[in-house]
């Protein structure tokens, strides 16, 4: 089974992840956020990563560094259970509907981090959570992770919705590209014979 622990302590936050990637959703989240919990209970259910995550922040200042350092730690235990990234299907998308709102999302497990985000909300928070933070967090992940990662809402009128259907789009991206193909099962996805570096 693909899995790592990952543990990040700094003057801000003190977070424990733990990933699997061949799982089958389960979850166990605690971040202090109760908005970023929701999400990140989604992230696991769609795409069957098991996941869990233990955090405590400077919450009392903002949620900033909580969900920041959450998302750094998510994906370098991604990155770290892919390993070489042999056999994976490096490439994963998902068109999502909630309701009114359509969003897309599109991955690339290339070990080159990048994040294109297109997706715009109506009111400054969700809950208590700042709704500028859903971006940090995203950019966040893609780093660590070495992912390409692209982020379209092309539609829609609720901002619940709308970041909740961004973190589908990723979970059942996510579920395409880290899957392995058994005909490939032993070579990375990439003509290099290595993912990263330039194109």
Known sequence: MRQANVERKTKETQIKVTVGLDGTGRYSVATGIGFLDHMLEQLSRHSLIDLTVEAK???????????????????????????????????????????ETLTEVAIDLSNRPYLIWKVAFSKPKLGEMDTELF?????????????????????????????????????????????????????????????????
């Open 57 to 99: 922040g400077d919450t009392h200042i903002d949620f900033h560094h909580t969900t920041e350092d959450v998302a750094i730690c998510i994906g370098e235990a991604v990155a770290k259970a892919l390993g070489e990234r042999k056999g994976i299907g490096r490439y994963g998308s998902a068109v999502i509907p909630m309701d």
């Open 135 to 199: 971006k940090e967090w995203f950019q966040a992940f893609a780093q660590a992770a070495g992912a390409t990662l692209h982020v379209w809402n092309k539609y829609g009128d609720n901002n619940h919705h709308i970041i909740e259907s961004c973190f589908k789009g990723l979970a059942r991206a996510l579920r395409q590209a880290t899957e392995i193909d058994p005909r490939k099962a032993d070579a990375v996805p990439s003509t290099k014979g290595v993912l990263g570096g330039s194109l």
